[in-house]
């Protein structure tokens, strides 16, 4: 089976900064896309938007709302993903799921990020 463990959210005021973590467990390829998708306050399940994906041999993909703002790295040794998020909005408030993408999707729990103006 695989786990996926986030750590890293929380309360910040607009303009500050969080570092989510990711940690894969169990039976992981090595060639795999881990990433980053939020879930708004009233949105389904289904609304979850991409914020930023990397695979296993470093291409990343982001958001246009989140570009130059977010960082997203992987250390592939640990199964670990990462996103660095600077220049918070209110807007970036959300749920925060880390996706593992092998030949199924496997997702987090989520992380609540809170960002007040």
């Known amino acids: 089976q695989v786990q996926l463990v986030e750590s890293g959210g929380g309360v910040v005021q607009a303009g500050g900064s969080l570092r989510l973590s990711c940690a894969a467990s169990?039976?992981?390829?090595?060639?795999?896309?881990m990433g980053w998708y939020r879930q708004r306050p009233g949105k389904q399940r289904e609304q979850r938007e991409l914020?930023?994906?990397?695979?296993?041999?470093?291409?990343?993909n982001y958001a246009d709302s989140v570009k130059g703002r977010f960082t997203i790295s992987r250390d592939n040794a640990k199964n670990t993903v990462y996103l660095q998020m600077n220049s918070l909005k209110p807007e970036d408030t959300a749920v925060y799921f880390c996706?593992?993408?092998?030949?199924?999707?496997?997702w987090g729990q989520g992380t609540q990020v809170t960002v007040s103006s």
């Open positions: 996706r593992l993408t092998m030949l199924n999707n496997y």
């Open positions: 169990g039976s992981i390829f090595s060639i795999n896309t």
């Open positions: 914020v930023a994906v990397i695979t296993s041999g470093g291409n990343t």
